[in-house]
């Protein structure tokens, strides 16, 4: 398991009954994770600022018993993110993802050039922001305009107005194959594929059909001397072999490995799982 133990800004406090207890920062929210199958501790009583309650037809809403702020700031090593809670019960942050974030900044910290790196469905951007911090240039692409600018909001918190990064908002299959045609190459290729989703023009993604081919156009884009390629997944049932399995077929020769992502859970030795990645390097 690909587990990040590095956040002091951020903790699973409890989980468990199909929710996590979480802290972000000096606030406490009570939110839905079916994965948590096991009880809750009983003994918890941290404080909750706001829970998500779920509705009967999808989709939810939040009950607040304190006057939170819209957003707020959290930082994991000098990394600075505004989170917020959203309609879909999420922040605009995945902490888990802080593994991948120190994985693949010590490839662009050892690098002799700036690594060209394409982040797909990039969302608010923290592998942005964690590459763009480590001397990358980044290619940030997402199908939703608000999603890339809140992007924009969290680079310029980590005070990197300044470096190299390119903003896209298209459809993520139809930009890569544009690539392909004009010839553009990159060093390092991350993406984070929804289990299914719409592009801005109404295009349909599912992962189990699409996956393998957006990997192997991808493919078509490394540079010779590419260094890394990342793919994360949230879909359940998705096992990490299959990640594996992918960049078997699609990638050159490198080094694999796959596994499950997860974050520790305070009490007790408890992990909370948060998905699959699987990556490719020289």
Same mark, same amino acid.
């Given at each position: 398991?690909?587990?990040?133990? #590095?956040?002091?800004?951020?903790?699973?406090?409890?989980?468990? #009954?199909?929710?996590?207890?979480?802290?972000?920062?000096?606030?406490?929210?009570?939110?839905?994770? @079916?994965?948590?199958?096991? /009880?809750?501790?009983?003994?918890? $009583?941290? *404080?909750?600022?706001?829970?998500? %309650? *779920?509705?009967? $037809?999808?989709?939810?809403?939040?009950?607040?018993?304190?006057?939170?702020?819209?957003?707020?700031? %959290?930082?994991?090593?000098?990394?600075?993110?505004?989170?917020?809670? $959203?309609?879909?019960?999420? $922040?605009?942050?995945? @902490?888990?993802?802080?593994?991948?974030?120190?994985?693949?900044?010590?490839?662009?910290?050892?690098?002799?050039? /700036?690594?060209?790196?394409?982040?797909?469905?990039?969302?608010?951007?923290?592998?942005?922001?964690?590459?763009?911090?480590?001397?990358?240039?980044?290619?940030?692409?997402?199908?939703?305009?608000?999603?890339?600018?809140?992007?924009?909001?969290?680079?310029?918190?980590?005070?990197?107005?300044?470096?190299? %990064?390119?903003? %896209?908002?298209?459809?993520?299959?139809?930009?890569?194959?544009?690539?392909?045609? *004009?010839?553009?190459?990159?060093?390092?290729?991350?993406?984070? /594929? @929804?289990?299914?989703?719409?592009? /801005?023009?109404?295009?349909?993604?599912?992962?189990?059909?699409?996956?393998?081919?957006?990997?192997?156009?991808?493919?078509?884009?490394?540079?010779?001397?590419?260094?890394?390629?990342?793919?994360?997944?949230?879909?359940?049932?998705?096992?990490?072999?299959?990640?594996?399995?992918?960049?078997?077929?699609?990638?050159?020769?490198?080094?694999?490995?796959?596994?499950?992502?997860?974050?520790?859970?305070?009490?007790?030795?408890?992990?909370?799982?948060?998905?699959?990645?699987?990556?490719?390097?020289?």
């Amino acid at each position: 398991m690909f587990l990040c133990r #590095d956040w002091s800004d951020y903790e699973i406090i409890d989980a468990g #009954d199909g929710n996590r207890l979480e802290r972000w920062g000096d606030v406490v929210l009570l939110r839905p994770d @079916p994965l948590a199958v096991w /009880p809750m501790g009983r003994d918890n $009583t941290a *404080r909750v600022d706001a829970t998500y %309650i *779920r509705s009967g $037809t999808g989709g939810g809403h939040w009950e607040f018993t304190r006057s939170l702020p819209e957003s707020w700031e %959290i930082s994991y090593k000098g990394l600075r993110f505004l989170v917020r809670p $959203t309609g879909f019960k999420h $922040t605009g942050l995945f @902490p888990e993802q802080a593994v991948n974030w120190d994985w693949m900044q010590r490839f662009a910290k050892k690098a002799d050039r /700036p690594l060209q790196v394409l982040n797909l469905f990039a969302y608010t951007g923290g592998a942005t922001v964690a590459l763009a911090s480590a001397g990358a240039h980044v290619v940030h692409v997402d199908a939703a305009k608000g999603m890339v600018a809140w992007a924009r909001q969290n680079a310029q918190a980590s005070g990197l107005e300044d470096r190299v %990064i390119r903003y %896209i908002v298209d459809d993520v299959m139809k930009f890569v194959l544009r690539e392909v045609r *004009r010839g553009r190459r990159y060093d390092a290729v991350v993406m984070d /594929p @929804p289990s299914y989703g719409r592009g /801005p023009s109404g295009e349909m993604w599912k992962i189990e059909r699409d996956l393998f081919g957006l990997v192997y156009e991808c493919s078509r884009l490394l540079s010779d001397n590419a260094g890394f390629f990342l793919i994360n997944s949230y879909t359940t049932g998705l096992a990490p072999s299959a990640l594996e399995n992918v960049l078997r077929v699609a990638l050159p020769k490198g080094n694999i490995e796959a596994g499950e992502v997860g974050l520790p859970i305070g009490r007790a030795d408890l992990v909370m799982p948060c998905g699959a990645s699987g990556r490719w390097w020289r």
